[in-house]
C-alpha cells in the first residue's frame, strides 16, 4: 500500500495545488473564484463562503502539514482576509454567498458555511497567532452549538411540529470540526462534545438491523417512513466514519475504530454500482425511486472520501478487506475523475462513468475534497 503514497502525493503537488494556485486567486478583490472550467477558466465570479473558507483551511493546512511555504500561507490569508471583512452579517452568522466585491447575495441560512469558517480561521491561527483569528473561531464554533437544532433558523421553510427530522450532516460534520478546534477548545468540551456525537451517529443513524446509516432520523431517533427517513447517502456516511477513525486514534480506542470500519464497509457494499462501478450518490432505504433525480450520479468527493476511509481503515487494522476495497474504489476514481490532461479532477459523472459535467469547480465544487484526501492518503500510507 506504500506506493500509492507518493502517486498521491505526486498527483497534489504536481497537479492540483498548481491548478488552484494559478487559476483561482482574485487579485483584485480578494478571496477567490472557485467557477473554473476544464482549463482554469472563471466562468462565474460569486463567491460562495464555505467553499472559500476551504480553500483557506486547505492552503493554511498545507502550510502546516506539507512545508512551511510563504506561497501557501499567503494563499491562505487571501482567503480570511476576504471574509474577515466580508463573510458575516450583524449577528456573526456568516453568509452562503457574496458577489466578487464582498457584497452579500445569499443570506447565511447555511450552517455550513460557519462550520469551514471556524475550520479556516483555527486552522490559520496555527500559522499566524493573532487572537483576533481565534476569537473569529471560537465564537463562529458556540454560535453553532447555539443553533444546532434549528441550523437554518429564521430561514427554516418547514413548518414546525408535523415532521421533525434531524439530519445527519451536521452532527458529522462537528465531529470533525471539533478535533479540527481541539487546539482553542477546553478538553472536557471536546471530549464531551465528541463521545455524544459519535453515540449519536453509531447507536441512532446508524440502523443495526439494516445495517445501513440514515440521513435523517427523527428528533427521538427512529426510522420514518418518507422520502427524507428513507434516504441514504453513501458518500456521508462513509466520511463520517474515518472522522470517527480518527476520534478513535485519538482516544486510543480501537474497539471505536473497528466499529467504525464495520459501518463503513457496510455502506460501500451497499452503496457500490454492480452495474457500472463506482458508489451511487443517493439510495432509498427500502429500494423505492429516491426523489433525488441525480441519484444514480458518481460524485468526486464520494470516491475520495471513501478512499480516506479505507486507507485510514487498513492503516489502523490491516483488513484485507479494506485493501482490495481500497485497490478496487482507487482503480475506478483514478480511471474515471481524474483528467488526463492534468490539474484539478471532474466532479460529476453519469451512471455509466462518463464525465457529466467538465467543470473543475463550481457553487459545490471547490479546492477542499480532492486536495484534502489526496494528502490525508499520502500522509496516512507513507506511516
Not at 482549463?39 to 502550510?63: E, P
Not at 499567503?74 to 452568522?93: Q, S, V
Not at 464495520?262 to 426523489?291: N, S
Request: proline share 4%; aromatic share 14%; net charge negative.
Amino acid at each position: 500500500m506504500k506506493t500509492y503514497a507518493s502517486l498521491y502525493e505526486q498527483e497534489l503537488l504536481k497537479e492540483v495545488i498548481p491548478f488552484w494556485e494559478q487559476y483561482s486567486p482574485d487579485t483584485e478583490y480578494g478571496g477567490y473564484f472557485t467557477c473554473l472550467d476544464r482549463q482554469g477558466k472563471v466562468y462565474d465570479t460569486d463567491k460562495f463562503m464555505w467553499l472559500q473558507a476551504r480553500q483557506a483551511w486547505m492552503f493554511a493546512t498545507f502550510y502546516n502539514q506539507l512545508e512551511s511555504k510563504e506561497t501557501w500561507k499567503d494563499m491562505a490569508r487571501r482567503g480570511i482576509e476576504f471574509m474577515e471583512k466580508h463573510g458575516r452579517d450583524e449577528d456573526g452568522n456568516w453568509y452562503f454567498s457574496l458577489t466578487k466585491t464582498g457584497a452579500p447575495l445569499v443570506q447565511p441560512y447555511n450552517i455550513f458555511s460557519d462550520c469551514f469558517a471556524a475550520m479556516a480561521f483555527g486552522s490559520f491561527y496555527k500559522i499566524d497567532r493573532q487572537e483576533a483569528y481565534a476569537q473569529i473561531a471560537l465564537d463562529t464554533f458556540q454560535n453553532i452549538l447555539k443553533r444546532r437544532d434549528n441550523p437554518k433558523g429564521r430561514y427554516n421553510k418547514l413548518y414546525p411540529g408535523t415532521r421533525n427530522l434531524q439530519n445527519f450532516a451536521l452532527p458529522m460534520i462537528l465531529c470533525n470540526l471539533s478535533l479540527e478546534l481541539e487546539h482553542l477548545l477546553d478538553k472536557n468540551q471536546v471530549d464531551e462534545l465528541t463521545d455524544g456525537l459519535a453515540d449519536l451517529i453509531l447507536n441512532q443513524f446508524y440502523d443495526k438491523d439494516t445495517g445501513l446509516v440514515y440521513e435523517n432520523i427523527t428528533s427521538e431517533g427512529a426510522l420514518h417512513d418518507s422520502f427524507e427517513g428513507r434516504l441514504l447517502n453513501p458518500g456521508h456516511a462513509i466520511e463520517s466514519m474515518w472522522f470517527l477513525m480518527d476520534l478513535g486514534r485519538r482516544k486510543n480506542n480501537q474497539t471505536l475504530i473497528l466499529r467504525a470500519e464495520k459501518i463503513m464497509l457496510q455502506q460501500l457494499a451497499h452503496g457500490w454500482d454492480e452495474t457500472y462501478g463506482g458508489i451511487f450518490y443517493f439510495l432509498d432505504a427500502q429500494g423505492h425511486p429516491p426523489q433525488q433525480l441525480e441519484w444514480d450520479q458518481k460524485l468526486w468527493w464520494v470516491h475520495l472520501e471513501t478512499l480516506v476511509a479505507l486507507a485510514k481503515s487498513y492503516a489502523a487494522t490491516q483488513n484485507p478487506a479494506s485493501k482490495a476495497w481500497f485497490e478496487k474504489v482507487h482503480e475506478y476514481t483514478w480511471n474515471h475523475f481524474r483528467d488526463p490532461k492534468g490539474g484539478e479532477w471532474f466532479g460529476y459523472l453519469n451512471r455509466q462513468g462518463q464525465v457529466y459535467l467538465p467543470l473543475k469547480g463550481g457553487k459545490w465544487k471547490g479546492c477542499f475534497h480532492v486536495p484534502r484526501a489526496l494528502l490525508q492518503i499520502a500522509k496516512t500510507l507513507q506511516s
